[in-house]
């Protein structure tokens, strides 16, 4: 595909049009011509934060009409349209369509972080302190006694520098932020470095990549939240879900993992093979009520895969619309949210409230409050190495779970 960039005179908006792809496909198929001539990326403003800097919106569409709304705010993924089993095109990611919106004191109050990069830490550290090399180190408590997603200002509240690109395998987004020494309490400046890629392939690829100059805990994931049947519509209950985790770290009633890895076999826990997640998600279960729901660490079979190599993590389908997402990861983790706090006060792209588990989460990552317990797998960065982490989601539509 070649890119043709356009200064749209007068907007202020910079333009990036996969022409040539379009004109080829013109020319091979008139009936194919409307997905084709939107293929490429395109680059637009959508707001300024209050100090002033302008936010953009990247916008990139594969070759099968998959198509990804990207800002370089929180590097939130606004809107992600994919087909059903009919062909139909519909967003199944929940957010906003403005910039606003993500900056109102409405949002910041109930704080569902939807499709954000979440920093340093995606998920708790107990009592917002850990000790690190003799040092004790306090973040802030933004979630009763504890720290969440980073803190009060975490990635997913920060301007991202944002470079499109388009490499061999699909256009996408390498987002920077250098996280300075000390920010939300955290030691070292950390460069990071997250590349969204869509593929014609559809799949959405996130690469994480960070350095710092002093010994620091991180934990990368992204936060978007899916309906598979449209941002908007009913629960996700009726979404059939396969996580590929033998067991899973139960947490006190903050949410803490408790420090035990219990196997799920025989609990509401165990998704190994493919159940609506309603389905138990009632039972009267103390790691459930503790959740108000899942909300839970999944510990993924790993076997003996090297630390970069791709798993299979979670698969979840949705019968109505045959949709289906698969994602692998070289996380050994993956936290299962099934959007116990969202209550209808917010209200989404299509005018429709988001109510009350109307969206899934699945953020893959280390286990939560690693920094505390030693027996988790280590979260602490060196500043001689690199942190690399990469998950792929792939999107499809099926006429059945096993397809
Ligand atoms: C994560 C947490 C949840 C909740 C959501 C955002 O998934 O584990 O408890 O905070 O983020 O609402």
Redesign the pocket.
């Known amino acids: 595909m070649s890119l043709i960039y356009v200064q749209k005179a007068g907007v202020g908006s910079k333009v990036l049009l996969g022409v040539g792809l379009a004109v080829l496909m013109f020319n091979a198929a008139q009936a194919q011509t409307e997905t084709a001539a939107e293929s490429g990326m395109e680059v637009t403003v959508f707001g300024q934060l209050p100090d002033g800097r302008q936010v953009d919106v990247y916008q990139f569409t594969n070759a099968n009409g998959i198509e990804l709304r990207v800002t370089n705010y929180g590097g939130i993924i606004l809107s992600l349209k994919t087909p059903n089993l009919a062909g139909e095109f519909d967003d199944i990611a929940l957010g906003f369509d403005s910039l606003e919106t993500y900056l109102s004191e409405e949002y910041r109050q109930a704080?569902?972080?939807f499709g954000a990069i979440i920093g340093r830490y995606g998920?708790?550290i107990a009592g917002g302190r850990f000790a690190l090399n003799g040092e004790t180190y306090s973040l802030a408590t933004n979630?009763g006694n504890n720290h969440?997603?980073g803190g009060d200002q975490g990635f997913d509240k920060v301007l991202w520098e944002a470079e499109p690109f388009e490499s061999d395998e699909g256009t996408g987004l390498v987002l920077r932020y250098t996280s300075e020494d000390g920010e939300e309490g955290y030691p070292g400046r950390l460069e990071t470095e997250v590349t969204y890629t869509l593929t014609d392939n559809d799949e959405l690829m996130v690469d994480y990549r960070a350095v710092t100059d002093k010994a620091t805990p991180i934990n990368l994931t992204q936060?978007s939240y899916f309906n598979l049947k449209g941002e908007g519509s009913d629960t996700i209950l009726d979404h059939q879900l396969m996580i590929n985790a033998p067991a899973f770290t139960p947490v006190n009633d903050t949410?803490i993992p408790t420090g035990e890895i219990r196997a799920v076999d025989g609990t509401p826990f165990d998704f190994t093979q493919a159940t609506p997640i309603g389905e138990r998600i009632e039972q009267d279960n103390e790691q459930l009520a503790f959740?108000g729901g899942y909300?839970h660490n999944f510990v993924l079979a790993r076997d003996n895969a090297a630390s970069d190599e791709l798993v299979l993590a979670a698969k979840v389908w949705e019968p109505q619309s045959g949709r289906m997402v698969e994602i692998t990861t070289t996380e050994p983790a993956i936290?299962f949210?099934s959007g116990n706090?969202l209550n209808g006060d917010l209200t989404g792209k299509q005018g429709k409230a988001y109510g009350h588990r109307s969206g899934f989460?699945l953020?893959t990552q280390h286990y939560p409050d690693s920094p505390n317990q030693d027996a988790f797998p280590s979260t602490i960065l060196e500043p001689d190495d690199t942190y690399l982490s990469r998950t792929v989601y792939r999107f499809s539509a099926q006429e059945s779970f096993d397809e």
């Open positions: 704080n569902p972080y998920n708790r979630d969440l997603h936060h949410l959740g909300d936290q949210y706090f989460a953020e």
